[in-house]
């Protein structure tokens, strides 16, 4: 029997478009995929919270990690990551990237025997290349389709939201 989880990084407090959110863009997502499968959910965090709660700094400061090509420190990681076999991982687009704490999540651990499925909320760019970089990063045993969407969308329309994400994951065999 197969073992899921859907593995997530998201930030609430201003985003794009969406003005001041309590659940950032890309938890909503994570959270309806969750539900639909009725798997566990593990929220990458930063320690000490150190991420800005305002669009502007939050920008300046992922970008800043990006230039620098830092791994930031999560607040903890996932210690059943081996109960698994099959791994959602989803983030927003950060500069065309993924955001760097989420590179330290996937470097500890080995994904050779896992199938990794990713998904990202953006504000225009789609995957923008991320499901290679992560491909790439971890070399699983396979990847399937992902499942990108606006930001805003998933914010503000969580019923369109829920049925693109049934129907993404009826067609990848979920
Ligand atoms: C630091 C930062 C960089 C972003 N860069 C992009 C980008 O390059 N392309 C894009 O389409 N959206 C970009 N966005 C918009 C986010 O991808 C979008 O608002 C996303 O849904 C935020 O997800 P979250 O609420 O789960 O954190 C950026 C947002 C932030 C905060």
């Known amino acids: 029997m197969s073992h899921s989880i859907v593995v997530y990084f998201s930030r609430s407090g201003e985003q794009y478009g969406v003005g001041v959110v309590e659940e950032g863009n890309t938890a ?3 959270k309806i995929i969750s539900n639909i499968l009725n798997v566990p959910l593990f929220e990458l965090k930063p320690k000490n919270d150190c991420y800005p709660k305002t669009y502007k700094a939050l920008t300046d400061m992922a970008l800043r990690e990006k230039k620098q090509n830092t791994r930031p420190e999560l607040a903890a990681d996932l210690s059943d990551f081996d109960d698994y076999d099959t791994v959602f991982i989803g983030a927003p687009n950060w500069w065309g990237d993924l955001p760097m704490i989420c590179y330290t999540f996937l470097e500890n651990h080995d994904f050779t025997h896992k199938t990794l499925i990713p998904f990202v909320t953006h504000e225009g760019s789609g995957f923008g290349g991320i499901d290679e970089k992560i491909k790439k990063t971890v070399k699983p045993k396979k ?7 606006l930001g805003s969308t ?17 067609n990848i065999g979920f």
Do not use: P, Y
């Open 154 to 170: 998933a914010q503000k329309n969580q019923a369109q939201t829920q049925s693109a994400v049934e129907k993404w994951l009826k």
């Open 143 to 149: 990847m399937l389709m992902g499942f990108d969407i």
């Open 28 to 30: 909503v997502v994570a």
